[in-house]
């Protein structure tokens, strides 16, 4: 069982639907992720926390909204979708150590489709 | 900036057989991390390999091997006597030196591999 859990793992919503995909990682770990992965495309890094800290935010949308209310909790607040943003949304965590080492554990990733 | 590419789409072997995957980075970095990882159907990316630019030791684990030379700026990843279970998406990734916060892979598109029997 992975360390980092994504709920839900599947999400079909319309365009004017308001939903929010939610990242638990029991690893005691204090930086999340949220990358974003289409089809052909290299993973797209959206959204970066250390110690709670919004860090990175790389030119995403404003209908995507970030929430990290505590280190072991991530939300993606997703409005207003378009049907290009369907993709498998992975969260990730590490610890950060300043010296920008990688290695981060993922989850299974939430598969959204926006009809 | 930094990129990483991976030529190789999709790559088809029959279980026993050998195989390498290719990894190319571009990086202004000197000191940088080179990684692989492994996204099998269920979807979570797993954690195979870190290396640092200081270290061109090529490294062994199990039927896995890893061959980094900083001349050409590749990091291929090959897989000894291939197995079913290996298929799988494997993914190359580069960070840098950034400290502003996290640490940020640039990861490659990716090679889709399949094991057939």
């Known amino acids: 069982e992975t360390g980092v859990t994504q709920t839900p793992r599947h999400l079909v919503m319309g365009m004017t639907n308001k939903k929010s995909l939610k990242c638990e990682q029991h690893?005691?770990?204090?930086?999340m992720y949220w990358y974003k992965q289409s089809a052909k495309k290299p993973l797209e890094l959206m959204f970066v926390?250390?110690?709670?800290?919004?860090?990175e935010n790389n030119s995403v949308p404003s209908r995507f909204s970030p929430e990290c209310p505590n280190s072991s909790h991530l939300f993606l607040h997703l409005h207003t979708l378009q049907p290009e943003d369907s993709a498998l949304y992975l969260c990730?965590?590490?610890?950060?150590?300043?010296?920008?080492?990688?290695?981060?554990?993922f989850g299974e990733g939430s598969r959204l489709t926006v009809l | 900036a930094q990129k990483v590419t991976q030529a190789q789409t999709e790559i088809s072997v029959v279980e026993k057989e050998d195989v390498t995957l290719d990894c190319v980075y571009e990086t202004r970095d000197t000191t940088y991390y080179l990684f692989w990882y492994k996204q099998p159907p269920s979807g979570e990316l797993v954690f195979l390999i870190r290396?640092?630019?200081?270290?061109?030791q090529n490294e062994i684990s199990g039927r896995y091997s890893w061959n980094f030379q900083k001349s050409t700026s590749s990091f291929n990843f090959t897989i000894t006597a291939s197995q079913v279970v290996d298929s799988a998406v494997y993914f190359c990734a580069l960070s840098g030196t950034d400290t502003g916060g996290g640490n940020k892979l640039t990861f490659g598109t990716g090679t889709q591999l399949k094991v057939e029997l």
């Open positions: 990730a965590s590490s610890q950060q150590s300043g010296l920008n080492t990688g290695e981060l554990f």
């Open positions: 926390y250390s110690l709670e800290e919004r860090v």
């Open positions: 290396r640092n630019s200081f270290d061109e």
């Open positions: 690893l005691g770990h204090n930086a």
